[in-house]
């Protein structure tokens, strides 16, 4: 079992920036490709961008590519969300996730854990 712990998010100001952190403990041996996601009121939860094991690989969604950056330090079992330059249409709460490679990650398949989010609100 792997459990994933997100921190860093709170209230901030249309243009400025939040970091997002997901910490994992537990079996983190088998170390996972890692991804957040998020999920604004009223819509269906979406892809944001996904990391591969290593590190090498990222991917992110259209509507927060050149904004977001999101890397991962596997001697803390800790990856990070960058956000810059934040919208109010990226209020959400962000969810971290762990799974088989990014490209599962993107499809929203083959999630094998989801932590328990973090609020993020944008105002404008």
């Known amino acids: 079992q792997v459990q994933l712990v997100e921190s860093g998010g709170g209230l901030v100001q249309a243009g400025g920036s939040l970091r997002l952190s997901c910490a994992a403990s537990g079996r983190t041996d088998s170390n996972y490709a890692m991804g957040w996601f998020r999920q604004a009121p009223g819509k269906e939860r979406e892809f944001v961008s996904a990391?591969?094991?290593?590190?090498?690989?990222?991917q992110y969604a259209d509507s927060v590519k050149g904004r977001f950056i999101l890397s991962r330090d596997n001697a803390k079992n800790t990856v990070y969300l960058q956000m810059n330059s934040l919208k109010p249409e990226d209020t959400a709460v962000y969810y971290c996730?762990?799974?088989?490679?990014?490209?599962?990650?993107?499809?929203?398949?083959?999630?094998?854990?989801w932590g328990q989010g973090t609020q993020v609100t944008v105002s404008s």
């Open positions: 990391i591969s094991r290593n590190g090498g690989v990222t």
């Open positions: 996730a762990a799974g088989s490679s990014t490209q599962n990650l993107r499809a929203s398949a083959g999630i094998q854990y």
